[in-house]
């Protein structure tokens, strides 16, 4: 009996799923839009793109961005961009 085409093809299915990218995550502001969702997590980011994936990969469908600071960097210099800090919802619903 030959193994190997089943271990090869049972890599392959493993590959694939797992490369499966989440899909990103609603930025929203108003605590409205996420009433009623179950929460997920918190993240954070300098990029509104990037914050949204992360949201994403927590398993949110809703990013509420509850609070922006200005970044800093070794030694406590602030730099000039922002991050931002934002509340990861799973709304069973998409608002």
Same mark, same amino acid.
């Given at each position: 009996m030959n193994?190997?085409?089943i271990v090869v093809l049972s890599v392959f299915v493993v590959a694939a799923c797992s490369?499966?990218?989440p899909k990103s995550a609603r930025i929203v502001q108003?605590?409205?839009a996420v009433g009623g969702c179950?929460?997920?997590a918190t993240v954070s980011d300098t990029d509104y793109v990037d914050l949204a994936k992360? *949201?994403?990969?927590e398993g949110g469908t809703? *990013?509420?961005i509850v609070k922006t600071q200005q970044e800093r960097g070794?030694?406590?210099?602030e730099l000039p961009s922002k991050e931002y800090i934002a509340e990861v919802y799973n709304c069973p619903a998409a608002k």
């Open positions: 193994v190997e085409p490369s499966a990218t108003d605590p409205k179950q929460f997920r992360k *949201a994403g990969k809703h *990013a509420l070794p030694l406590g210099v």
